[in-house]
């Protein structure tokens, strides 16, 4: 009997020295990042076991020993909670810190932003260019069908992912600007105020003057005018890319789809993405009665109702240009 207890005894000690040595290395500082940084980046790949998780972050220096990492998690019925993702882990986490941070699924998150006014090719080739994505972007979007935003992501996401991100946001923002746009506007549809839209983005870089801008062209399709915006013919031209030099008599006379000098009314589709703030433009314009603008020499325009009056602005601007190529 004696000699049973003394087992007993030092079986109870072995199993507490052991519960006593997991939990003491489970909760302890953990290693010193082995560049000197702040945090040490691991990545869990989906569907990845345990045992794989648990050698990675031993190999990257984010724990100690994996073994006692994947025990520790498992004894604490946690080795299935741990999710995929990028993650950083901080200089001297414990394992017990490392466990919390991959269950938490906060993965580390990157940007891709699509600057307003590109076109769908050139967002795709964004899309194509990020390393942090994965996959093909798929079919080429329709134009004016994407929003441009900065949008947050985590590695791994699919590029195709990330279009229907663009293309979603683009619809849900429409579809309230659309719901509280002004009456009486000579839109048939919101794929017209949009392709309006586009045509504002590229006419000028002021936010303060983009819903003068949109009343001009609003107050030209209202009359039947021509809307004769110099964007449309470089990207019937140039699909949107720049021209690299002025636009030429020719190409103002010639005939595109796009070239709204030739054409009266909208192109067939937008000329870009436009931002929110183009498109809520469009739909809510400024109280104006002026149909011409031309470039004043300070980044912006002037406006004017009349036709002289705008010849005399058109002249004034040749006397600047000229001035400015002499220099």
Known sequence: MGRFLVLVFFLVAIVGGAYVFERTNFTAPGPVTRDGSAFTVVLVAPGERLLSISRNLEAAGAVRNGLLFALGVRLRGEGTELKAGEYAIPSRASMDDVAAILISGKAIEHKITAAEGLTSQMIVNIVDADPGLVGDAGALPPEGSLLPETYLYTRGTTRSEMMARMRDAQQKFLDGAWAARAPNLPFRSPAEAVTLASIV?????????????????????????????????????????????????????AFTPYNTYVVTGLPPTPICNPGKDAIAAVLDPLPSQDLYFVADGTGGHVFTPSIAEHERNVARWRQIESALNHH
Do not use: C, W
Not at 218 to 242: F, V
């Open 201 to 253: 983005e590229k006419e000028t870089a002021l936010p303060q003057e983009r819903r003068h801008i949109a009343a001009v062209f609003i107050n030209r399709l209202r009359l039947g005018m021509k809307l004769q915006s110099d964007p449309t013919i470089i990207y019937g031209i140039t699909r949107g890319y720049p021209l690299g030099r002025g636009i030429r008599e020719s190409e103002i006379a």
